[in-house]
């Protein structure tokens, strides 16, 4: 057993948010609720046909609004009033902030949010479901999802490396860590510093790096916390 760390940083997926009826981002069939990843998710794909990326992220933001944060969401917000643990999560959803996790950072952009299309990009909340073509950000400009599309640049990452390398814990959640570059965040943690993988298909780093818990995100994050944090 493991001494209880003294800064946890915390990877979450898709996973992650399942249990809470968010839907992983891509099926079986390769399609993101029914559509293709280029159809939805890729500058192109704004430039090609916006009223369908506003109307896909539009029915995603009200479909989130309806959901809850899961018991693995409060337990790890519960666990910061006891540890330093950092969140790094490639979800677009607001479920950890919405359990009371205040340091949470968005590698993939937040649905909740809009991005000005002006010089510098600045990201603000939204009031409403719905964005409009007629929205405009405070500044005038027209805005966009606050998402980072296939495709572009992932403008938290290097926030997100210096994290995972200041850690002496990294636990990942519900991830396959196929999405690239964030995969890579696993592999920046110092050689002494243990991982562990909570996932029903935890095989995404060797046997020798990475310790493996192959549960659901609820569960695993109860068993890990029971193991090393309530010693």
């Known amino acids: 057993m493991m001494n209880t760390p003294t800064k946890l940083v915390v990877l979450t997926g898709a996973g992650m948010s399942a249990e809470s009826g968010i839907p992983t981002f891509r099926g079986v069939d390769g399609l993101w609720e029914g559509h293709r990843i280029e159809e939805v998710a890729t500058p192109e794909a704004w430039q090609a046909n916006p009223a369908l990326v506003l109307k896909f992220y539009n029915e995603r933001r009200k479909h989130l609004l309806q959901s809850q944060p899961n018991e693995g969401h409060i337990a790890l917000a519960i666990w910061e009033q006891h540890l330093d643990i950092q969140i790094i999560t490639q979800n677009v959803d607001d479920l950890h902030e919405r359990?009371?996790?205040?340091?949470v950072l968005h590698l993939h952009g937040r649905l909740v949010h809009a991005r000005s299309m002006g010089p510098h990009s600045e990201s603000f909340p939204m009031t409403h479901w719905e964005m409009k073509p007629s929205d405009r950000c405070p500044k005038g400009y027209p805005v966009r999802p606050d998402i980072v599309w296939f495709g572009e640049n992932v403008p938290a990452m290097s926030d997100a490396i210096a994290l995972v390398r200041s850690a002496d814990c990294v636990l990942i959640i519900g991830t396959s860590l196929?999405?690239?570059?964030a995969a890579n965040l696993a592999f920046e943690a110092p050689s002494h510093v243990p991982i562990h993988v909570i996932d029903p298909d935890a095989n995404s780093l060797p046997a020798g790096r990475a310790i493996r818990w192959p549960?659901?995100?609820s569960k695993g994050i109860e068993r890990w916390g029971d193991a090393h944090l309530n010693s």
């Open 215 to 217: 549960l659901e995100a």
């Open 178 to 181: 196929k999405v690239y570059p």
């Open 99 to 103: 359990a009371g996790s205040s340091k």
